[in-house]
């Protein structure tokens, strides 16, 4: 695996942001609230968008949650982007709780909410796929990257979608025609396990690994895994307010401290900074979802998928990235 991912160091995708480029276009879907790192992740494209890389156009849900979006809401309202439209799955996955997202959505002080957001419970936000649909047109052609970070419910109803008001496009074609690269936290490489995003939704995943029309590149299992967030970052790295909804929600979602894996996280980095040298890319091929939940790569020369690669110098310099993004002050603050 190392001697293909140095043999694959530097190849490229896409051309490198450079001087007075426009900020990346991204759609974040999440399914904020199974674990920690969608909030991290969070974090790393405000932190990203503040620094003119990245232009955050909407968040979509798929935990089937009504504290998911507040959640959201009141992040995005922290970074002072309180306007950013977010979009609820319907009859979606994973509904319970989980452990944060409901705690730090209602935690009060004073009598108000401590952190504010404008969104009273998911019910309220608007239906994901039509928020998809109605954020894409506006778009230039091939400029958008969508970044999966949960299950694959919205994105599958999405290339699903007939046309509508927003677009005289079905899903699938205004897809092809607006989002340049899908980058999905997904799947293990080599496929030792079922990972948790891909068999949640289990056939939303494999079709949308058979259908999607444009570029695909996965974060593995093991890329997440072997980069730790280290609760270190969050006892010393986030004291410049006295309180901070994702360090607060770190807390709550175990007992500190603990390095929590950067799965979502790693996601966002590439999608945002492909070309830095921060991960490698297997060759050109195709993914495929089994029955039982694996996920299989086939090289092909014409496929549209890839998988990322980590050496362990790499890793090191992720680390290091991704913490200091995911800590930086808001520039509202």
Not at 19 to 27: Q, T
Not at 225 to 252: K, Q, T
Request: proline share 7%; charged share 25%.
């Amino acid at each position: 695996m190392r001697g293909i991912a140095l043999l694959l160091f530097g190849v490229s995708l896409f051309p490198c942001l450079g001087a007075g480029a426009e900020p990346l276009p991204l759609i974040f879907d999440t399914d904020m609230g199974n674990d920690i790192d969608d909030a991290l992740a969070l974090a790393v494209i405000h932190s990203l968008e503040r620094r003119g890389e990245t232009r955050l156009l909407g968040v979509t849900l798929t935990k089937d949650n009504p504290w998911a979006g507040p959640f959201v809401d009141l992040v995005n309202t922290f970074y002072g982007r309180g306007d950013v439209p977010i979009g609820m799955v319907r009859d979606g996955k994973a509904p319970e709780d989980g452990d944060f997202i409901r705690a730090i959505a209602e935690k009060k002080a004073n009598g108000s909410w401590l952190y504010p957001r404008n969104l009273a419970d998911g019910n309220s936000a608007p239906e994901a796929v039509a928020l998809l649909r109605k954020l894409l047109p506006s778009q230039q052609d091939g400029s958008v990257v969508v970044v999966q970070v949960g299950f694959s419910t919205n994105l599958v109803r999405l290339i699903d979608s007939p046309a509508d008001e927003s677009s005289p496009l079905g899903g699938r074609e205004l897809v092809a025609r607006k989002v340049r690269l899908l980058s999905i936290m997904g799947g293990a490489f080599p496929p030792l396990l079922a990972e948790y995003n891909i068999k949640i939704d289990l056939a939303a995943s494999t079709k949308l690994f058979a259908e999607w029309p444009t570029e695909v590149v996965a974060s593995g299992f093991e890329i997440g895994e072997a980069v730790l967030y280290p609760a270190a970052s969050i006892e010393n790295d986030f004291g410049y307010v006295e309180h901070h909804p994702v360090a607060d929600a770190y807390r709550a979602y175990k007992k500190m401290p603990y390095d929590r894996p950067s799965w979502d996280l790693t996601s966002v980095l590439y999608a945002v900074r492909p070309e830095r040298g921060y991960f490698n890319r297997s060759p050109r091929g195709t993914i495929q979802v089994d029955a039982g939940g694996l996920t299989r790569f086939t090289p092909n020369e014409k496929g549209r998928h890839r998988f990322l690669i980590l050496t362990e110098e790499q890793r090191v310099r992720v680390k290091e990235a991704l913490v200091q993004l995911a800590s930086e002050p808001p520039g509202n603050k």
